[in-house]
């Protein structure tokens, strides 16, 4: 983005982005576990999903810990999930995405990786459990206006307007779709995560996140539905990260 200052170059930015989103992709897969079940997820130790033993450092390394073990716990022998590896890979290609797109890495990127694994955890959640949890939408909203006001990116009262019109427009499309056919165009979760959006995009991103996000929704249903889910399909990645691509960028 042009906001960013200028940083390290583009090897030593993925030296450090790729670990560090590794790393930070094991905390969301840990908090998204927590979260819906009411667990500490800040001080509480790791365990074993099947024998509920404490988790050490040999166990936890991202990726490589579940490929050494092979997918089991190295105390029960149960298997572990695939999904461990798989968020942590990804969080951490997010981690990297900007560095790529912008050649190095910048102070300022610490925020969007905050973003990022913002909406990772958001992401986790509403696959399991179709829902947005309000404390991921209270972190991402004031980092998005608290670039603003510093500065650093669009202006803070684009990004208000912004927020407000996509809140208020998707809140308008999701009452009236359901006044006229009674079922959901959007979930509430969705309608606050798209006026959060708004703090980041600005006005000149509101066409593209719809867009994109219409986009990925279509494609994301297709692979839902082939995969035999019955419930209906969770919205709120398919806008999570088209909005991190347009932060990204």
């Known amino acids: 983005m042009s906001w960013m200052s200028a940083g390290t170059g583009l090897g030593a930015g993925l030296a450090i982005a790729l670990p560090a989103g590794a790393i930070m992709g094991s905390l969301a897969a840990a908090i998204a576990w927590r979260l819906p079940r009411d667990q500490d997820w800040i001080t509480g130790r790791s365990r074993c999903p099947h024998c509920g033993t404490a988790l050490g450092f040999p166990d936890l390394v991202p990726v490589l810990s579940w490929l050494a073990l092979r997918g089991r716990c190295r105390h029960c022998g149960n298997g572990i999930s695939a999904r461990y590896p798989v968020v942590e890979t990804a969080t951490a290609l997010a981690f990297a995405a900007p560095v790529l797109a912008n050649g190095g890495l910048w102070p300022d990127l610490l925020v969007l990786w905050l973003l990022a694994i913002t909406l990772m955890v958001l992401t986790l959640v509403d696959l399991s459990h179709r829902y947005i949890p309000d404390g991921c939408l209270l972190i991402a909203a004031p980092a998005g206006l608290g ?3 510093a500065g650093l990116s669009i202006p803070w009262t684009e990004a ?4 407000l019109l996509l809140g208020t427009g998707t809140w308008l499309v999701r009452y009236g779709v359901g006044r006229v056919v009674g079922q959901e165009a959007l979930g509430l979760g969705d309608v606050k995560l798209f006026a959060v959006a708004g703090l980041w995009v600005g006005m000149e ?3 593209p996140l719809l867009l994109g996000s219409a986009l990925a929704g279509l494609a994301f249903r297709i692979v839902w539905r082939r995969q035999g889910h019955e419930a209906e399909m969770p919205f709120g990645p398919c ?11």
Not at 160 to 163: E, K, L, R, S
């Open 160 to 163: 208000v307007m912004a927020g």
């Open 147 to 149: 670039l603003s006001l």
């Open 205 to 207: 991103g509101i066409a």
């Open 239 to 249: 806008i999570a990260w088209v909005l991190y691509m347009l932060a990204s960028w």
